[in-house]
């Protein structure tokens, strides 16, 4: 089956700095790559996500890229806020199945 | 439109009784998938299933879990005889018939703690 690699496990970044979170997945099979923020005691939430036959995708101060060769995809949070403080999810899935794999999570923690 | 809506949202058992956890999908939905997350951990799928039907269960342990999703009423996720180690946060999720490779909406879960 797929396995799914996230690092680093937790990271701490000062107000208004960029943080990247990176995962890597083994199985080529794997063409959607959805990313969850979970806030403490609560459920995950999608944020954004990407497709395989796309590299990179944007959403305000949130970006995706995707490096199908390498098989693996990153996540860019720019201008990081307190807000932003949370556990982040990579996960990994084929668009035929409804199965996803997900990585073991990063804790970000934004310094005001 | 109501989410995906879990019950309970706390739920504590003494090891060997059994807990019912539940899981109402979002309107239209059909597809139902459970995950567990343990503690500092990520989610692990456990089962996925479709009214009446057991589609994929390869994440399921073998024995005490079983889960059902009936023609009527909220997917059911039962946990006989529990263990500590049964301690987690079991999440739910929905879809509708074609997911179209779009990532799906969790409930708020279900947070077991067996004591």
């Known amino acids: 089956g797929e396995n799914v690699e996230q690092h680093p496990s937790t990271l701490s970044v000062q107000e208004g700095d960029s943080a990247v979170i990176k995962c890597t997945y083994s199985d080529s099979a794997s063409n959607y790559f959805p990313w969850y923020k979970q806030e403490l005691g609560k459920r995950p939430q999608l944020i954004i996500d990407?497709?395989?036959?796309?590299g990179e995708k944007k959403d305000q101060r949130i970006a995706v890229t995707l490096n199908k060769t390498a098989k693996h995809f990153s996540l860019h949070i720019t201008e990081t806020q307190p807000e932003d403080s949370a556990v982040y999810f990579c996960a990994a899935s084929m668009s035929n199945f409804n199965k996803f794999y997900f990585g073991s999570g990063t804790k970000l923690n934004v310094k005001p | 439109n109501a989410g995906v809506m879990q019950n309970p949202r706390h739920l504590v058992r003494r090891r060997g009784q059994e807990a019912r956890l539940r899981c109402s999908p979002m309107k239209g939905h059909s597809h139902v998938y459970w995950y567990r997350q343990l503690p500092e951990e990520g989610l692990k799928f456990m089962v996925y299933l479709q009214k009446e039907n057991i589609i994929d269960e390869s994440g399921m342990p073998k024995e005490r879990f079983s889960a059902e999703f009936p023609k009527e009423g909220p997917s059911i996720l039962r946990i006989q005889q529990v263990v500590r180690g049964d301690s987690a946060a079991y999440f739910c999720a929905s879809s509708p018939v074609d997911r179209d490779g779009y990532g799906y909406t969790f409930g708020s879960g279900t947070r077991l703690t067996v004591v």
């Open positions: 990407i497709r395989s036959n796309v």
